[in-house]
């Protein structure tokens, strides 16, 4: 007999035994991940939807010798529907987001993450309470994973009359953290998160009852995005397989048609000369070689229309410097919001932004501020493309003297970020998004050149005549 055992783990089971590499790797660390997973959630619950976010969170002591904490983050989202409840935050890779769109959240793992978390350190299930909008009720469910099966178990449910109309999810878990370690990257969390929702109000309170508090200065939102179809150039033989196994048998020039963004008549027949397979042969009689070949053609095909950038939410040039100058003080800052681009079939838009003097503190290299689709990037900052961007410019060209007081933002959003790893904390080297990024700098650095030389020239004119 062989001595060598096989067995299969369930995504719960294999992610319970490989936190780390969901951000989960040691208390301070998923503690500021489980803020982060719960946050990212609240906003993509609020302002995706239209709904100006008020978010408010609270990190407590539980027991103080055992390192136990509570960590409690309530919005006033859309809210989750009550029968999903136990899925959303019990089975991995269970998500709504799932979809051709920008969203903070992508894996369908956070919320799941955090559960699993707290159930190993302290042995205590989520506490979701939720509302939708119009609901009659408002839910409550205590919820744990059973890792071996992938399933939620409910330990309790209730439900009480909504009297007064709330609508949002609040949910509460309790874990081992290391506040010490944690705190100053949370409060970063936080302010990051602040400079780019000035739309928001967002409230921690922190385990020694201090308050970080962020108010709402503008109701002007960023437009929520709209979900789209996938663009043909970013589809492989599985996906295509599977859309057509989705889709009844018609013609492929009408299949594609109605599965792919961007694809008109004339497009379509330009098309299907590059390929060599009848347009009314119907879909579901292709062979195994036509559709490896019609897959092969739609990634290499030239003529297609850029992806459309509908599906988009960028910050915008005027929430973006409102934020800034809110949060950073600076004395001037510059924007821009470049026109959206692609890479393999992805839309994606790069913003950028510099801040300038005002309380910003002389710094011998630019503090850099990264964002991937609303969300603060904290960590890996080193293998990140942004970064290798802002490493290469010569600042000396824009009329920067370091030490300066300089901070340069740059915002990614994309349907689809190319995060460096799981704990989405770095944006890949992608050759189009870095060009993008290139170019948003420049065109922000040159701004600053145009204040900077006109300063210079006010304060000659100024010591001229003083004298
Ligand atoms: P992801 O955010 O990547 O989809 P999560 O595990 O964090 O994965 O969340 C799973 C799903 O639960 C989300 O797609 C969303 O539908 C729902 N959800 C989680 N938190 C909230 C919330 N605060 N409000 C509304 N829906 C939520
Ligand atoms: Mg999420």
């Not at 010569?394 to 901070?407: E, G, N, T």
Request: with cysteine; aromatic share 10%; hydrophobic share 40%.
């Amino acid at each position: 007999m062989s001595d060598v055992a096989f067995e299969s783990l369930t995504p719960a089971e294999w992610f319970r035994r490989n936190k780390e590499i969901a951000g989960f790797s040691s208390p301070s660390r998923a503690m500021y991940q489980t803020v982060r997973e719960l946050i990212e959630n609240a906003l993509d619950a609020t302002e995706n939807h239209g709904i100006l976010p008020s978010i408010k969170a609270s990190i407590r002591y539980v027991d103080k010798d055992k390192d136990l904490y509570s960590i409690y983050v309530e919005d006033n989202g859309i809210g989750i529907p009550e029968e999903e409840i136990p899925n959303v935050f019990g089975q991995i890779f269970y998500s709504s987001k799932y979809k051709i769109k920008q969203h903070r959240g992508i894996f369908g793992l956070g919320a799941k993450m955090v559960v699993l978390y707290a159930q190993s350190t302290s042995g205590m299930p989520v506490r979701v309470t939720s509302s939708m909008k119009g609901s009659q009720y408002i839910y409550t469910y205590e919820i744990s994973i059973d890792t071996v099966k992938n399933k939620p178990v409910i330990h309790s449910h209730v439900r009480v009359e909504n009297k007064y109309g709330w609508h949002g999810t609040a949910v509460k878990v309790v874990l081992e953290g290391n506040w010490q370690y944690a705190k100053s990257r949370i409060e970063e969390y936080f302010t990051r998160t602040a400079m780019i929702t000035p739309y928001a109000e967002i409230i921690l309170i922190e385990p020694n009852n201090e308050v970080l508090r962020f108010n709402r200065i503008t109701t002007i939102m960023p437009k929520p995005p709209v979900e789209g179809l996938p663009h043909p150039s970013s589809i492989d033989l599985e996906s295509l397989k599977q859309l057509i196994s989705r889709n009844s048998d018609i013609p492929l020039i009408d299949f594609l048609k109605e599965n792919f963004d961007g694809i008109g008549d004339e497009t379509v027949r330009e098309f299907m000369k590059t390929v060599g397979i009848r347009a009314s042969k119907h879909v579901k009689r292709l062979s195994e070689s036509e559709l490896r070949l019609l897959a092969e053609k739609m990634r290499q095909f030239n003529g297609w229309r850029r992806p459309r950038a509908d599906w988009l939410s960028p910050i915008g040039e005027k929430i973006l410097a409102n934020g800034i100058l809110h949060v950073l003080k600076p004395e001037a800052v510059f924007v821009t919001t470049r026109k959206p681009s692609s890479y393999s079939g992805h839309p994606f838009i790069v913003e950028a932004a510099i801040a300038w003097g005002g309380s910003i503190m002389p710094v011998d290299k630019p503090i850099l501020y990264r964002y991937a689709n609303k969300v603060p990037l904290l960590q890996d900052e080193g293998s990140d493309v942004i970064r290798h961007v802002i490493d290469e410019v010569d600042w000396s060209q824009y009329k920067v003297k370091f030490p300066a007081p300089l901070a340069v933002v740059v915002h990614v959003c994309s349907t689809k970020i190319p995060y460096a790893s799981a704990g989405k904390e770095a944006i890949a080297d992608v050759p189009e998004i870095e060009k993008e990024v290139r170019l948003a700098v420049r065109e922000v650095a040159r701004k600053l050149k145009v204040y900077l030389a006109r300063k210079e020239k006010e304060q000659e004119l100024l010591t001229k005549y003083a004298i």
